[in-house]
């Protein structure tokens, strides 16, 4: 299986600060989404919910969000696409690439995204295997700003709902699924 940390230097200069960010976000998803995976007892390989916890967001490098040191020129909300557009290009399991691809808020459905004119394929993005809920779950519960810290569920839920009612009961679904 590819290591991840492969991809990672080749994208995040050891050193900088958009790794650091990087890291410390993704393997708080990846440390998440393993506990609540082993708690559940989900039929997952863990090297499989690691390798995709960590490179879930490996396109935020190409983004233009410069709070967490992305230089980049594309909008933020195209990460998950340029994530899973690169992690194919490097041959990373194509699990992997679903993940980048599908974790955006709780997903976003063609409607959404040609409704809010947003700059994505006009396709439904959504988290479909349970890698990818699991994995778009664990997600909310940590930002690349701030402390950093684990948010509480009502942030979270509050944070969601101001995407949208339908945003809102995406994730109520993952919570049912994947929370404790």
């Known amino acids: 299986m590819t290591n991840p940390y492969d991809i990672i230097d080749k994208y995040y200069p050891v050193g900088s600060r958009l790794r650091d960010i990087y890291l410390r976000h ?4 990846a440390d998440e989404a393993l506990a609540i995976s082993h708690r559940l007892g989900l039929p997952l390989d863990d ?3 690691r390798g995709a916890a960590l490179l879930h967001d490996i396109g935020i490098y190409a983004t233009h969000a410069p709070s967490i040191a992305c230089e980049g020129a594309h909008p933020y909300i ?10 194919r290009r490097e041959g990373a399991p194509g699990q992997w690439a679903a993940v980048a691809e599908h974790h955006t808020g ?8 040609v409704r809010q004119n947003l700059p994505l394929p006009p396709v439904d993005i959504l988290p479909v295997t349970q890698l990818e809920r699991l994995i778009c779950y664990a997600d909310k519960f940590y930002s690349k700003s701030g402390d950093m810290k684990r948010k509480p569920l009502e942030r979270v839920k509050a ?5 949208g009612e ?12 994947f929370g404790a």
């Open 26 to 29: 993704c393997r708080a998803v």
């Open 47 to 49: 090297d499989m919910v």
């Open 78 to 87: 195209a990460h998950g696409v340029i994530g899973a557009e690169l992690l």
């Open 106 to 113: 709780s997903g976003l459905t063609a409607q959404e995204i």
């Open 159 to 163: 944070s969601l709902a101001g995407f």
């Open 166 to 177: 339908a945003s809102l009961q995406r994730f109520l679904k993952l919570h049912e699924e």
